[in-house]
């Protein structure tokens, strides 16, 4: 017996080249056949891209920088300062710190301490320039100070544009955005509480008081007041030097508090210690998790509290409170 290729056999002499052919055709048609099965059932091979080897995150240059900014015509400036081991590509909180009337970011830089706090926990910290002669540098707080207020000086887009040109930078955590401030910038930190509560998570001025009128946040912002016993505490006439005319008057500390204590919605009684020469008073129960505090100081003129006389209520305790108190 004989075999052909297809390995089909032969039977037979008879016409044997027909048969020969239709073996051929069927032989032809079970290999497609079995061909077009085998394509049917086979399974598609995976394959596996390589798996990236994650590098340094990347870090800024740790330090200080002096930016400018044009903000509706007006040249303004502030010293940005980077704490070493930042990653620009995690959210970070961020400080704002306002110099007091006729001072500038140098001076409250210095006077704060804030540098030292923003290093140890990882943020950046913004001094803002106020306008006006360099020799007299203003904020305009709503009916306060000098220039700044005299002209109307736009405070508002000025932060707006601080932050994003911050944000070409850094991520910044819209969360966890903060002012403090001292005299005339501390009435600018109430002033963004006010105006600006979509951006601000908690304020807190120090020798300062609230002259935005009204005040209308659309969210609670949480504050933390500091101030003197013997700084206008109950109010009064403002000086030349602060009034942009001869009436102005400041209202009481107290007063400030009490308006902010409506406006985040707080319930309850408040709470009060006393710790030596200060005066702690808290609002807890407040909307949206804030807070409302206030210490007041005795003996305590017009002053920014230094960590060697009054450590409980110096920088590293307004960045405590900030750092308690995030946007929800």
């Keep these: 017996m004989s075999q052909t290729s297809s ?22 048609v079970l290999l497609l056949g079995a061909t ?23 870090t800024l240059q740790p330090g200080d ?23 620009s590509l995690r959210p970070v909180p961020v400080v704002f710190v306002f110099h007091g009337l006729l001072d500038d970011a140098v001076s409250i830089q210095t ?19 106020g306008s006006g002669p360099s020799e007299a540098l203003s904020w305009n707080a709503g009916g306060c100070c000098g220039y700044a207020a005299e002209n109307n ?10 932050l994003t040109d911050l944000g070409t930078i850094v991520r910044v955590d819209p969360k966890r955005i903060y002012a403090t401030g001292y005299d005339n910038g501390a009435m600018l930190s109430y002033r963004l509480a006010c105006e600006m509560s979509d951006t601000f998570a908690a304020v807190a001025p120090v020798s300062g008081w609230l002259l935005t009128n009204p005040c209308r946040p659309q969210q ?5 007041v500091v ?30 508090i009490a308006t902010w204590v409506q406006l985040d919605g707080c319930g309850g009684s408040a ?58």
């Design 227 to 256: 101030h003197g016993l013997d700084d206008k505490y109950n109010g009064g006439i403002g000086a030349s030097l602060y009034a942009t005319h001869s009436d102005f008057v400041f209202p009481s500390v107290e007063q400030g």
């Design 111 to 129: 006077t704060t301490g804030f540098n030292a706090i923003a290093d140890k926990n990882g943020f950046p910290v913004l001094y803002p320039n």
């Design 65 to 87: 920088s002096t930016r400018q900014l044009t903000v509706s015509g007006l040249e303004r400036s502030y010293i940005l300062h980077i704490p070493p081991g930042l990653d």
């Design 271 to 328: 709470q009060v210690e006393q710790q030596g020469a200060v005066t702690y008073t808290t609002y807890a129960s407040c909307q949206a998790g804030t807070e409302v505090e206030l210490y007041a100081i005795e003996k305590w003129g017009h002053a920014w509290p230094p960590p060697y006389a009054l450590p409980a209520i110096s920088s590293p305790m307004i960045w405590d409170f900030f750092a308690a108190h995030a946007k929800q």
């Design 36 to 58: 077009a099965c085998s394509q049917t059932v086979a399974k598609p091979v995976t394959t596996h891209a390589p798996t990236a080897t994650p590098g340094p995150a990347p």
């Design 153 to 162: 000086t736009d405070e508002i887009t000025f932060i707006r544009h601080m």
């Design 220 to 224: 609670p912002v949480s504050v933390v």
């Design 7 to 28: 390995g089909v056999c032969r039977r037979g002499r008879k016409n044997h080249k027909f048969k020969s052919r239709l073996v051929a055709i069927l032989a032809a």
